[in-house]
């Protein structure tokens, strides 16, 4: 089969016609590999292109070397990729290998010029093709009819695929919504050894695991392919919930269909509590933004929000910059559904509350710790006024507020009349 599509041919720069003529020329074979060729037969044009040689990392540097072509990122010779810079163009090139040992994790490699046993060690069929300079494609395992048929199939053996590197199962799940026209199309034997192998994703690091299952939460069919990785019981090994709330799932799917979410707004809806997002953190290395996120989602979803104002008042109550607070805010808007306030919050600019709790301590406010409710108070006056009050007239609510605080405050049972003791 010949490729011929635009996907293919508007990759061909002048450096890389260069770099294939270079491979040419000493008498090595390069081609397109991978996800690359994958996405050029789905009629993408590739994010990414890499490509695989039957040339070593010694050779390709020594040919480079000679051609003076700069090579960079040299991390990645070990694994047999050599980094080339022609034009002010990248081009990450691996030479064919095979896996001699694997531990469920990383592999030792052997490098290899047959292009067939490189494939093989591939994970997934639709991933395991090639494209040469001119559009031939190599398939050698059926990868283009997977493909045509929208199917995720692994590469030979499905276990012996899995058991090379337990991440697999994740990869499986986030191709499938990549490529998979349905929601439901698994093969029964492929989910069968998935669940079997569940336990061995303990060995794999927070942070492998996040990257895939980031992807899987933002691709498509993402509720149906989590409800299967819940029916699996994958999930215990990915740091979610033992018991997820399937029900504010459920709910909070329903609310974000058709809307574009951050994963973590998906995800925060199966924890009922800040502690099952902390140990969620712990397991899959979140950063500092998806971890607050998730905290302020679990601590303000359950709160009243009959309008705009509402929103407002818990994103200034945010104690983080602006922009991360109106980002929580919108997150937060889709995770009730309520995205048509989101248009009018994108155009709102963030204000500074006026008001530091020295200030309200020198209008006659409590210090310590009874003081934040004081503050919470006057933020809130100050919300429906639409930011519009001034300090000083701020400042002139807080006796008020303090004398409505000391009312509701349960009586100290500690102030009963000397002598007369307590019943404990």
Same mark, same amino acid.
């Given at each position: 089969?010949?490729?011929?599509?635009?996907?293919?041919?508007?990759?061909?720069?002048?450096?890389?016609?260069?770099?294939?003529?270079?491979?040419?020329?000493?008498?090595?074979?390069?081609?397109?590999?991978?996800? #690359?060729?994958?996405?050029?037969?789905?009629?993408?044009?590739?994010?990414? @292109?890499?490509?695989?040689?039957?040339?070593?990392?010694?050779?390709?540097?020594?040919?480079?070397?000679?051609?003076?072509?700069?090579?960079?990122? &040299?991390?990645? !010779?070990?694994?047999?990729?050599?980094? #080339?810079?022609?034009?002010?163009?990248?081009?990450?090139?691996?030479?064919?290998?095979?896996?001699?040992?694997?531990?469920?994790? /990383? #592999?030792?490699?052997?490098?290899?010029?047959?292009?067939?046993?490189d494939a093989g060690r591939?994970?997934?069929?639709? &991933?395991?093709?090639?494209?040469?300079?001119?559009?031939?494609?190599?398939?050698?395992?059926?990868?283009?009819?997977?493909?045509?048929?929208?199917?995720?199939?692994?590469? %030979?053996?499905?276990?012996?695929?899995?058991?090379?590197?337990?991440? =697999?199962?994740?990869?499986?799940?986030?191709?499938?919504?990549? $490529?998979?026209?349905?929601?439901?199309? /698994?093969?029964?034997?492929? *989910?069968?050894?998935?669940?079997?192998? =569940?336990?061995?994703?303990? =060995?794999?690091?927070?942070?492998r695991i996040w990257v895939?299952?980031?992807?899987? @939460?933002?691709? &498509?069919?993402?509720?149906?392919?989590?409800?299967?990785?819940?029916?699996?019981?994958?999930?215990?090994?990915?740091?979610?919930?033992?018991?997820?709330?399937?029900?504010?799932?459920?709910?909070?799917? &329903?609310?974000?269909? %058709?809307?574009?979410?951050?994963?973590?707004?998906?995800?925060?809806?199966?924890?009922?509590?800040?502690?099952?997002?902390?140990?969620?953190?712990?397991?899959?290395?979140?950063?500092?933004?998806?971890?607050?996120?998730?905290?302020?989602?679990?601590?303000?979803?359950?709160?009243?929000?009959?309008?705009?104002?509402?929103?407002?008042?818990?994103?200034?109550?945010?104690?983080?910059?602006?922009?991360?607070?109106l980002d929580w805010g919108?997150?937060?808007?889709?995770?009730? %559904?309520?995205?048509?306030?989101?248009?009018? $919050?994108?155009?709102?600019?963030?204000?500074?509350?006026?008001?530091? %709790?020295?200030? #309200? *301590?020198?209008?006659?406010?409590?210090?310590?710790?009874?003081?934040?409710?004081?503050?919470?108070?006057?933020?809130? /006056?100050? @919300?429906?006024?639409?930011?519009?009050?001034?300090?000083?007239?701020?400042?002139?609510?807080?006796? !008020?507020? @303090?004398?409505?605080?000391?009312?509701? =405050?349960?009586?100290?049972?500690?102030?009963?009349?000397?002598?007369?003791?307590?019943?404990?």
């Open positions: 089969m010949i490729v011929n599509s635009p996907e293919f041919t508007s990759l061909f720069t002048h450096a890389l016609n260069q770099l294939f003529t270079i491979f040419k020329t000493h008498d090595y074979e390069l081609r397109i590999a991978g996800g #690359a060729v994958r996405d050029i037969l789905l009629k993408k044009k590739p994010k990414d @292109v890499d490509f695989a040689t039957t040339a070593t990392p010694d050779e390709m540097k020594a040919m480079f070397q000679k051609l003076e072509v700069r090579t960079i990122n &040299n991390k990645g !010779e070990s694994h047999g990729t050599v980094t #080339a810079r022609i034009d002010s163009e990248n081009f990450e090139i691996t030479t064919l290998r095979i896996d001699v040992v694997t531990d469920g994790r /990383h #592999a030792e490699v052997q490098f290899t010029t047959d292009w067939e046993r591939r994970d997934l069929t639709v &991933n395991s093709m090639f494209l040469d300079q001119d559009g031939k494609l190599y398939d050698y395992f059926n990868g283009y009819q997977d493909l045509m048929d929208r199917r995720v199939v692994f590469v %030979g053996n499905t276990e012996q695929r899995i058991q090379e590197d337990y991440l =697999r199962i994740l990869r499986y799940f986030r191709f499938y919504g990549r $490529i998979a026209n349905s929601p439901d199309n /698994h093969d029964p034997e492929c *989910v069968r050894i998935i669940e079997k192998n =569940r336990q061995c994703l303990a =060995r794999i690091s927070g942070e895939d299952l980031k992807k899987i @939460v933002t691709g &498509n069919f993402y509720g149906d392919l989590l409800k299967t990785i819940i029916d699996c019981k994958l999930h215990q090994f990915l740091g979610l919930p033992d018991e997820p709330d399937m029900k504010e799932f459920e709910l909070v799917l &329903n609310n974000t269909r %058709g809307v574009e979410c951050n994963a973590i707004t998906i995800l925060s809806s199966m924890m009922k509590s800040s502690e099952e997002m902390v140990a969620f953190h712990q397991r899959c290395k979140l950063s500092c933004y998806e971890r607050d996120l998730g905290l302020f989602l679990i601590s303000h979803r359950n709160k009243t929000y009959d309008c705009i104002g509402d929103y407002k008042l818990s994103i200034v109550a945010v104690k983080a910059k602006s922009t991360m607070a919108k997150e937060l808007m889709k995770y009730r %559904g309520d995205s048509k306030y989101i248009e009018e $919050i994108s155009n709102w600019t963030l204000p500074k509350f006026p008001i530091k %709790g020295g200030m #309200a *301590v020198e209008h006659g406010a409590p210090a310590g710790k009874r003081l934040g409710p004081v503050l919470d108070r006057l933020l809130a /006056h100050w @919300v429906n006024s639409d930011f519009q009050m001034t300090p000083e007239e701020l400042l002139k609510k807080v006796p !008020e507020i @303090v004398e409505e605080l000391e009312k509701s =405050r349960p009586k100290d049972r500690s102030s009963s009349p000397p002598g007369k003791k307590i019943k404990k």
